[in-house]
C-alpha cells in the first residue's frame, strides 16, 4: 500500500495578512501597555507625581453635567464635583437608581445642588441589537448620544465661556483599533467588544475636531481614559476580564481622578483636543499601530452624524 500524502494550499491575500498582523499586534501591544499603566499600580504609580492642591479647587456657581452618574465612574465624579461646590447634574438611565445615588451624594457632599435627569452614558452590548430608530445599540449610544448632546448643548457651553468645557470619557480600548466609516459595524463579523472599541476612537477623534472647530468659542474639549476600573458596567460587560484582573482593576474614584481634575484645572493648563490619562496627556495612537493617517476621515464621520441628528 502506498504512502498517502496529504496536500493544503491557502490562498490569502497580501492585504488580509497585513491587517491580521496589524490587529495582532495592536491587541498585544495594547494588553502589555494596559497591564502596566491601567491597573490600579499604574494608577498608585502614576499618583506619586499628582498634586493635592490641584483637587482643592473650588466650583461654586458652575453647572457640571454628569452622565452615568447613578454608579461606577460616573456617581465619582458627580459626587466629587458636588463637594468641589458644583451644581451637578446627573444624567442616569434608571429613575429609581438616579434617584438613590442622588440622596448619597446630597447627603455626603451636603450640597443640595444636585439634580437627576434620565438619559444614557455608554455601553457594551455584545448581541447586535438595532433601536427602534434603526441604528444599531452601540453606536447610538456611544458616538450618536454623545454626539448630539454635546452639539445641541453648544448654545449654552458659549454662554459659560470662557471657562466652558466639555470631558468624554473614552477608553484604552481605542488604542486596538483605527477610524473606520463603518460606523454600525455593517461588514463582517459583528463583534461588541470591537465596536465599543470602535466607538470609543470616534469619540477622541471627534474631540479633536470639536476643538478645531469651535477654537474661537471660548470652550476646551478633552478626552481622557480611566484606565481599567472595577465597575458595575465592567463586570456585567466584561465578566472574565472583571475576574482575570480581579484585585488589581482601579477603584470607581480612582478610575474618576482624571475627569475630575480635567474639570477643575484652569484652561490654560489644559491642551483642548487633547487625550489624558493619570492627570497627564497621553498618546492618542500606539507605535506602529497603524492608526494615525485614520483620523484624517473624521469629516466624513462628523458629516454623517450631522446628519443622523
Known amino acids: 500500500m502506498k504512502n498517502a500524502t496529504l496536500h493544503f494550499e491557502f490562498h490569502i491575500s497580501i492585504t488580509a495578512l497585513i491587517m491580521f498582523l496589524l490587529k495582532t499586534w495592536r491587541a498585544s501591544a495594547f494588553g502589555v501597555y494596559g497591564y502596566l499603566n491601567f491597573t490600579r499600580n499604574g494608577f498608585l504609580g502614576h499618583s506619586k507625581k499628582f498634586k493635592p492642591e490641584d483637587m482643592e479647587i473650588r466650583i461654586e456657581g458652575k453647572n457640571c453635567v454628569v452622565t452615568g ?3 461606577g465612574i460616573g456617581f465619582a465624579t458627580a459626587e466629587a464635583l458636588a463637594s468641589c461646590g458644583a451644581t451637578v447634574h446627573m ?3 434608571n429613575k429609581e437608581k438616579g434617584e438613590t445615588a442622588l440622596s448619597k451624594i446630597q447627603s455626603s457632599t451636603g450640597n443640595p445642588n444636585v439634580h437627576l435627569e434620565v438619559n444614557n452614558a455608554g455601553l457594551m452590548e455584545h448581541k447586535r ?13 456611544n458616538v450618536l448620544g454623545t454626539y448630539a ?3 445641541l448643548m453648544l448654545p449654552l457651553l458659549e454662554i459659560a465661556s470662557p471657562d466652558a468645557r466639555v470631558i468624554t470619557v473614552s477608553s484604552g480600548g481605542m488604542y486596538t483599533t483605527s477610524l473606520t ?18 466607538n470609543k476612537r470616534v469619540q477622541v477623534a471627534l474631540t479633536e475636531k470639536w476643538a478645531e472647530m469651535y477654537k474661537n468659542k471660548g470652550i476646551g474639549f478633552y478626552s481622557m481614559h480611566p484606565g481599567w476600573a472595577e465597575t458595575p458596567g465592567v463586570a456585567k460587560s466584561l465578566p472574565d476580564f472583571n475576574k482575570w484582573l480581579s484585585g488589581k ?9 482624571t475627569v475630575i481634575w480635567l474639570a477643575l484645572q484652569p484652561k490654560e493648563k489644559l491642551v483642548s483636543g487633547g487625550f ?7 498618546p492618542k495612537h500606539l507605535k506602529f499601530a497603524a492608526t494615525r ?17
Open 276 to 282: 489624558y490619562f493619570d492627570r497627564a496627556e497621553a
Open 293 to 309: 493617517q485614520s483620523h484624517a476621515i473624521i469629516d466624513s464621520i462628523d458629516d454623517t452624524l450631522h446628519s443622523l441628528v
Open 149 to 151: 448632546t454635546t452639539e
Open 129 to 141: 441589537v438595532t433601536t427602534s430608530e434603526g441604528f444599531e445599540l452601540n453606536f447610538a449610544v
Open 69 to 71: 452618574a447613578n454608579s
Open 181 to 198: 466609516s463603518d460606523l454600525q459595524f455593517s461588514d463582517g463579523k459583528f463583534s461588541g467588544a470591537e465596536q465599543y472599541a470602535r
Open 91 to 93: 444624567v442616569c438611565r
Open 249 to 257: 482593576l482601579r477603584t470607581s474614584e480612582e478610575g474618576a481622578d
